[in-house]
């Protein structure tokens, strides 16, 4: 599996921090990679946008990497943390159509996020379920409730089954 690294701060400052600095994402992720080497894991390229916002597609390296998903060149997205990526859930169901339409799965190694497999799947469901239900809750107190009803951020339609109680759970 080709391995494509993605690595992101916003501010110029943020790159040498220790915790959370391009390189420090950077050798977790190659480790990562290196633990699933007999499973046929090979790193292709990485990706590093220093100084760039989460709240934009608009960045040099990422570009470069969805270029690269579509010409078929990576099989797998590797990030440190599914906001190093992006903090925009309408720009987040794009990229995940994105991979989805290349065959490309995405791992988030510090949060247990692999759409390789069908529980992946589930949890990014889930996650931006409750993304959503965030967004949706705080909203008003924050004053963004314009900001969550128009066009910029995805509604997620959540069906729940009803809970059936037995009499003894009363």
Known sequence: MRCAIYTRVSTDNQVDKDY???????ESLMAYIQAHKY????????????GFSAATLERPELQRLLNDIRKKKVDSILVYKIDRLTRNQK???FLIDLFEKFNVTFIATTQNFDT????????RNIMLDFA??????????????????????TTVETRVSPCVTS???S
Request: hydrophobic fraction near 40%; avoid cysteine; proline fraction near 4%.
């Open 20 to 26: 959370n600095s391009l390189e420090t994402q950077k």
């Open 39 to 50: 499973e046929g894991w090979v790193l292709f390229d990485v990706y590093e946008d220093a």
């Open 91 to 93: 720009d987040f169901y």
């Open 116 to 123: 390789s497999s069908a529980a992946g799947r589930l949890m």
């Open 132 to 153: 959503q239900f965030e967004i949706l809750k705080l909203a008003p107190r924050a004053g963004l409730l314009r900001q969550a009803q128009d066009k910029s951020v």
């Open 167 to 169: 009499p003894s759970d």
